[in-house]
């Protein structure tokens, strides 16, 4: 079982819809939990970053985070064209490293 | 806004030959990174540097490659002989106390 694991996509959705990302994991020990947004060719851009379970909301970005189902999840809503980028979650445990899931391509369509 | 700047932003080189990416991580950070994604692939972990020292390396990470904070602001990754599989792009990231990771734009390395 891979470390984290997360749908290539792509994802295509109309302008205005929400789009829904997800992440799965296999190591408990992970704490704290990040999603990037990458555009192609450059470096990953950090969006939310939550310690432990619960939700978190940043304008149009909301974060869960359930520890129990080792399951990650982010929602944009309202998407726009600049929102089409790869989605990447990243987690990491009390140590340094910082694990990636593939990434997600989203595309949000006019 | 504060960033993290990589320089180059290209390098191509022979196989064989050493190289050295260069970072500015920002400025109050205490922690820095080197990252690589290989076309396609995931953003691997690669090296923790604290303290002027390494806190944690990868597997990936060997006798190959070094990490330098020769200054007060800079921060490079050296390889010191390259070799075909080594092309990804390196990006290089750090972070406060708080250990959310910014990461740079990256350096694309292209081994011949």
């Known amino acids: 079982q891979k470390e984290v694991e997360q749908d290539p996509g792509p994802l295509s959705v109309p302008e205005g819809a929400i789009v829904s990302l997800n992440c799965t994991y296999s190591n408990s020990a992970f704490q704290y939990f990040m999603w990037y947004r990458q555009y192609s060719r450059k470096g990953p851009e950090l969006l939310m970053y939550?310690?432990?379970?619960g939700n978190k909301e940043d304008g149009r970005f909301t974060a869960q985070v359930d520890k129990s189902s080792k399951y990650i999840s982010l929602f944009i809503r309202d998407s726009q064209p600049s929102d089409s980028a790869t989605y990447l979650c990243?987690?990491?445990?009390?140590?340094?490293?910082?694990?990636f899931g593939g990434g997600t391509r989203v595309l949000v369509k006019p | 806004e504060p960033e993290v700047t990589q320089t180059p932003s290209h390098q191509v080189t022979q196989m064989g030959q050493e190289v050295i990416l260069r970072c500015v991580p920002i400025s109050n950070h205490l922690y820095f990174y080197w990252y690589r994604q290989i076309l396609g692939q995931k953003v691997e972990f690669l090296v923790s540097?604290?303290?002027?020292?390494?806190?944690?390396k990868s597997e990936i990470f060997d006798d190959q490659f070094s990490v330098e904070r020769p200054d007060g602001s800079n921060f490079t990754l050296k390889i010191r002989s390259t070799k075909l599989e080594d092309s990804a792009m390196y990006f290089c990231?750090?972070?406060?106390?708080?250990?959310?990771?910014?990461f740079g734009s990256g350096t694309q390395l292209s081994v011949l």
């Open positions: 990231a750090s972070s406060g106390t708080v250990r959310q990771l910014f």
């Open positions: 990243a987690m990491k445990a009390a140590g340094n490293k910082l694990t």
């Open positions: 540097f604290y303290n002027n020292e390494i806190s944690e």
């Open positions: 939550t310690y432990s379970s």
